[in-house]
């Protein structure tokens, strides 16, 4: 499994807009082959920062995610909204179990 954490930071003013935007992509990206998890959360005590938690079953298909026209566009939306450099981790991790 990979997991991808992208933490950034936006205007306050336009936090909003950069946030309907991951949302507006949940679907498309849910419905991609090899897509966990898609989450996207507003910091709680800051208004500038924006997580988006992605989980992959493998490296490939987070590679072909980057090449979707769905990336594309929240790059072309949200990237002039960004007040800073991106952050971009990314884990490769093994699902010990999944208590419910």
Excluded: K
């Excluded at 309907?20 to 005590?45: C, F, K, M, W």
């Amino acid at each position: 499994m990979v997991i991808v954490i992208v933490d950034f930071t936006t205007a306050a003013a336009d936090r909003a807009a950069a946030l309907t935007q991951l949302d507006s992509e949940h679907d498309e990206i849910r419905a991609l082959p090899g897509n966990l998890a898609y989450r996207v959360y507003a910091s709680r005590h800051d208004d500038t920062a924006v997580t988006l938690v992605h989980e992959w079953a493998d490296e490939q298909s987070f590679a072909d995610y980057q090449r979707t026209p769905s990336f594309a566009r929240s790059g072309r939306v949200i990237r002039p909204l960004m007040t800073g450099t991106p952050v971009s981790r990314r884990f490769r991790a093994d699902l010990l179990e999944t208590v419910a």
